[in-house]
Antibody
Framework: QVQLVESGGGLVKPGGSLRLSCAASGFSFSDYYMSWIRQAPGKGLEWVSY????????YYSDSVKGRFTISRDNAKNSLYLQMNSLRGEDTAVYYCVREVSGWNAHFDHWGQGTLVTVSS | QSVLTQPPSASGTPGQRVTISCSGSTSNIGTNIVNWYQQFPGTAPKLLIY???QRPSGVPDRFSGSKSGTSASLAISGLQSEDEADYYCAAWDDSLNGPWVFGGGTKLTVL
């Protein structure tokens, strides 16, 4: 079965950096687009970043553009999110999400999430 | 401020039919399909409806989705206590908002 397992979250000071990882299994990772979606405590869902199956197509939300970098290693079935210049408003649970791409695109599998807390 | 607008709360009694609305614009719902996600407290969201009205396997047919113009709706018939959760709509956005935008979420309470 499809499994997405995030890791790398934790407490970091404002201005600091953190790298999130997502280990994928149970499907052909290199065939799928992947996204990071976050949820601040008590708030709604916010799409953060998206990477195409081969890694060439990448998008970021305006709120993280220039600070976050998404990447993937298809040989290792892994997705990453390098987060720099972290701010308090980046505090959230970060979900690794598989996307079914195409005209009927949707997020069909979500990881359990990893909590990032930005605080001094 | 979410790009897609949902009511913050909705409620109903067991057996009732409840609808949750999701309002957008021509750059998102008006042009692209809508998906719905269900989230229970402390857990990851789960795909509930995709492509406006399609249910993934395992989702009861009590859940249905529809879209008209720049708005979409999620309907839950035969409401059950276990339906109490947060519900989010999402759509691809062709403008600078995108590519993916979500509604702010609706907390459904079963009275």
């Amino acid at each position: 079965q499809v499994q997405l397992v995030e890791s790398g979250g934790g407490l970091v000071k404002p201005g600091g950096s953190l790298r999130l990882s997502c280990a994928a299994s149970g499907f052909s990772f290199s065939d799928y687009y992947m996204s990071w979606i976050r949820q601040a405590p008590g708030k709604g869902l916010e799409w953060v970043s998206y990477i195409g199956s081969g890694g060439a197509t990448i998008y970021y939300s305006d709120s993280v553009k220039g600070r976050f970098t998404i990447s993937r290693d298809n040989a290792k079935n892994s997705l990453y999110l390098q987060m720099n210049s972290l701010r308090g408003e980046d505090t959230a649970v970060y979900y690794c999400v598989r996307e079914v791409s195409g005209w009927n695109a949707h997020f069909d599998h979500w990881g359990q999430g990893t909590l990032v807390t930005v605080s001094s | 401020q979410s790009v897609l607008t949902q009511p913050p709360s909705a409620s109903g009694t067991p057996g009732q039919r409840v609808t949750i609305s999701c309002s957008g614009s021509t750059s998102n719902i008006g042009t692209n399909i809508v998906n719905w996600y269900q989230q229970f407290p402390g857990t990851a969201p789960k795909l509930l409806i995709y492509s406006n009205n399609q249910r993934p396997s395992g989702v009861p047919d009590r859940f249905s989705g529809s879209k008209s113009g720049t708005s979409a709706s999620l309907a839950i018939s035969g409401l059950q206590s276990e339906d109490e959760a947060d519900y989010y709509c999402a759509a691809w956005d062709d403008s600078l908002n995108g590519p993916w935008v979500f509604g702010g979420g609706t907390k459904l309470t079963v009275l």
